[in-house]
């Protein structure tokens, strides 16, 4: 299994913490190296905007050189505009930040061997 960095959108600012069910509106949005489990925390500046928070974050995303990002919910835009830059986004996820990307990983992993 190679390298990956995957964002996760949290409630809190660490890989215990909650994925959020909201895209645009999560406190935090973790960065981490799918090897080494090393994270950093970047709160969100768009949690507050009064529309288009979901737009916001994800061209925020876009230009951080993520290759997945792991959210509970999220709104047509924002997922489009995350998957037209090429990213991988897995949605109804929930559970710790930790466990859901290990959960994500396994999942990827069995699909490319299924194919």
């Known amino acids: ?4 960095k995957v964002g996760i959108v949290t409630e809190g600012d660490d890989l215990s913490s ?9 406190p935090y949005f973790l960065i ?3 090897e080494t489990m090393d994270y950093e925390v970047v709160g969100n500046e768009f949690k507050d905007a009064a ?3 979901g737009m916001l974050v994800a061209d925020a995303i876009v230009g ?3 290759e997945a990002v792991i ?3 999220i709104g047509p835009h924002g997922y489009d ?12 996820e929930d559970g710790p930040a930790e466990m859901a990307l290990k959960n994500f990983l396994r999942r990827r992993e069995r699909m490319k061997k299924s194919q």
């Open 18 to 26: 909650f994925v959020a069910e909201d895209f645009g509106r999560a």
């Open 1 to 4: 299994m190679g390298f990956m």
């Open 64 to 66: 951080l050189g993520l």
């Open 81 to 92: 505009r995350l998957t037209g830059a090429g990213l991988t986004v897995s949605f109804d």
């Open 32 to 34: 981490v190296d799918s």
């Open 51 to 53: 529309e288009g928070a």
């Open 71 to 73: 959210v509970g919910g």
